[in-house]
């Protein structure tokens, strides 16, 4: 069946660097829809990014993925890390042009930025 | 604006007793709903969804059940409690077309089974 992996369950930077976080996918079905989620402490998770389209890349907020279908991958990648971006963040596929009913979840990948 | 609030924030409650949790979206007509749940250091894993009142469809059963009995509240509820039952739960919804539009997501209800 479809699935979602984040192989980093922690990720821990100095404020300043790159963030990349992982996102690979399995689906049958070749129009796949990848959407990160971002969890802040105390708040309601909340959509960062999403695209269906295949090698064009998307930006929210400072952050960017790019859709490979060739590899599967929607990568989460920052140029700086702040220490606001300590968060969970979670990738996440649905089926493009079928089952709309739910989101296959990666297990999230917790991201701590130190001083 | 849209706006959804769950009930209650937070509770403890002792295995075998009933569990009652609620969700209201306000500003937004015929909203999909769903269930969520997180279990302590596990991932999101989606409970029910509903497109439409007194319609719900079971995702993971879990032992819970929801009821949707209006078009804008959705009930998560038991008649008994499990230790398994502990976690955090969260209510969403979505426009008209399902998941693959933006997830709004409440604020959540943390739940202690003791």
């Known amino acids: 069946g479809d699935s979602v992996t984040q192989k980093e369950g922690l990720v821990t930077l100095t404020e300043g660097l790159p963030v990349m976080l992982n996102c690979t996918y399995q689906?049958?079905?070749?129009?796949?829809?990848l959407f990160w989620y971002v969890h802040y402490l105390n708040e309601s998770p909340r959509l960062l990014l999403k695209?269906?389209?295949d090698n064009k890349r998307t930006e929210h907020q400072g952050f960017h993925a790019t859709l490979h279908k060739s590899s599967s991958s929607f990568h989460l990648q920052k140029s700086s890390a702040q220490l606001s971006d300590s968060a969970l963040y979670y990738c996440?596929?649905?089926?493009?042009?079928?089952?709309?009913?739910?989101?296959?979840w990666g297990l999230g990948t917790s991201l701590v930025v130190n001083p | 604006a849209q706006t959804i609030h769950q009930w209650p924030v937070a509770e403890i409650k002792a295995v075998g007793s009933p569990l009652s949790l609620g969700c209201t979206i306000k500003?937004?007509?015929?909203?999909?709903l769903y269930w969520y749940w997180q279990a302590t250091g596990g991932t999101l894993q989606q409970l029910f969804y509903?497109?439409?009142?007194?319609?719900v469809e079971s995702v993971v059963q879990l032992n819970l059940s929801a009821s949707r009995p209006k078009d804008d509240q959705f009930i998560l509820s038991t008649e008994k409690l499990l230790l398994s039952h502990s976690g955090f739960y969260l209510c969403?919804?979505?426009?008209?077309?399902?998941?693959?539009?933006?997830?709004?997501f409440g604020a959540g209800t943390r739940l202690s089974v003791l």
């Open positions: 689906t049958i079905y070749s129009n796949a829809f």
């Open positions: 500003g937004k007509s015929s909203p999909n």
């Open positions: 969403a919804w979505t426009r008209t077309g399902g998941v693959q539009n933006t997830l709004y």
């Open positions: 996440a596929l649905s089926d493009r042009f079928g089952d709309n009913s739910k989101l296959i």
């Open positions: 509903s497109i439409t009142v007194g319609q």
């Open positions: 695209s269906s389209t």
